[in-house]
């Protein structure tokens, strides 16, 4: 059977991420193997040319699931038809910028791309918002596009997910798929809270596995909140192949399904769940099915886990309350 392709669309497809992620997309691994893939590719006028480059290289590697790929400097175009919207393109903040400037920099870029989504993104359209500050910037264009179901709107936390994964694998000697039901609640900064204590080792309980609270409050999940951070510094510049990737498995377990017994994180949307306030877009751990999520019910939360996720929503609220203040929702 001739499978019709989907629309990628993929902001900021110039950048880092972009270089790394815009292969695996069209060798399959955003929505599948046998599932062909059109490009569109959005990115801002100076950017364009090296755009281009990208793009004569993805045609030189000769991708049988890549039927075709388009540029253009213009959201309206480049989200025509989109099923699938990437939203990686955003401002970096620099020297002298406080976080204020960054919302409002980046007000400039998703409050115009929610709109293009709005008015031209297929109607199965899926948004996953890449580009810091992701879980505002995720809120900024949802509130940009009120014909589009809330649901649709999500921000990464699955490189943190990864993240916290690769850390207790490592000190728990174990392989990463041995781990399930790992956690990230709240935001995608350093607020972030990686939870184990829902998390299974093997199919036994992950803090009974490890049994060393202060290994988790001082060194996991500091380790995890921070490891942005940490390869700025290494590598001179933030991850990219790491963010591509996880990018990649945001979107292929959302289409494709979490497994039985086990559950991912996504920033989403919120309706009240665990106490975060309505419609801030928070992490939680969701089960997805049939291209569908639901944020998991019924989880006990500690003292311990219930402090820190206030802590990360409560920076959420803030930035809410900027973008606001800003009129950017
Ligand atoms: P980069 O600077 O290499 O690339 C960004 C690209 O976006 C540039 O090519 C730029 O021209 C483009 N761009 C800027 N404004 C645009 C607009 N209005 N429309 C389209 N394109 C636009 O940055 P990068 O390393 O690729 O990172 C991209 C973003 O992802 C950053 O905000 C980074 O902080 C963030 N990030 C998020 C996570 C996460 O886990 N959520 C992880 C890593 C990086
Ligand atoms: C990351 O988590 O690697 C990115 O969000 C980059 C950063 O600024 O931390």
Redesign the pocket.
Known sequence: MTRTPVNVTV??A?????YALLFRIAAGHLLGADVPVNLRL???TP?LKAAEGTAMELDDAAFPLLRGIEISDDANVAFDGANVALL?????RTAGMERGDLLSANGG?FKPQGKAINDHAADDIKVLV???P?NTNALIARAAAPDVPAERFT???R??HNRAIAQLAKKTGVQVADIKRMTIWGN?SATQYPDVFHAEIAGKKAAEVVNDEAWLAETFIPTVAKR?AAIIEARG????AS?AS?ALDHVHTWVNGTADGDWTSMAVVSDGSYGVPEGLISSFPVTTKDGAYEIVQGLDINDFSRARIDASVKELEEEREAVRSLDLI
């Open positions: 902001t900021g110039a950048g880092q991420i972009g959005l990115e801002i950017a990686v393109g955003a401002r970096p870029i890449v580009g810091n992701a921000a990464m936390t490189l943190d995608h942005g510049a933030s991850s990219a963010a996880a």
